[in-house]
Nanobody, 123 residues
Framework: VQLQASGGGLVQSGGSLRLSCAAS????????MGWFRQAPGKEREFVAA????????YYADSVKGRFTISRDNAKNTVYLQMNSLKPEDTAVYYC?????????????????WGQGTLVTVSS
């Protein structure tokens, strides 16, 4: 299983970025996908998740209304559109994959992880 995250970079406060996570080696449409992030000195935290069908999405309160998770099962790719970025969004962003449709906000249930992509938001 491989999850390849990309799209991170340096952006000014208020700007936008779109992260992508390309998956291989797993039945993608049967896996829920999640985005988590880890800031320096902090624990990895939930950002957003989407069920295998794409029919249901979940967001952390801190990103609700600013970030949008989506997926293209034909391309085995999940996306995170991030708008109105804030300096506190600065972190390494990781994508994860798992079976199941419940408790998608808990990282301990994810079986597979990508390598992470760094997002830096300057003030």
């Amino acid at each position: 299983v491989q999850l390849q995250a990309s799209g991170g970079g340096l952006v000014q406060s208020g700007g936008s970025l779109r992260l992508s996570c390309a998956a291989s080696g797993l039945p993608f449409s049967r896996n829920a996908m999640g985005w988590f992030r880890q800031a320096p000195g902090k624990e990895r935290e939930f950002v957003a998740a989407i069920t295998g069908s794409g029919g249901t999405t979940y967001y952390a309160d801190s990103v609700k209304g600013r970030f949008t998770i989506s997926r293209d099962n034909a391309k085995n790719t999940v996306y995170l559109q991030m708008n109105s970025l804030k300096p506190e969004d600065t972190a390494v962003y990781y994508c994860g994959a798992r079976f199941g449709i419940s408790n998608l906000q808990y990282l301990r249930y994810y079986q597979n992880w990508g390598q992470g992509t760094l997002v830096t938001v300057s003030s």
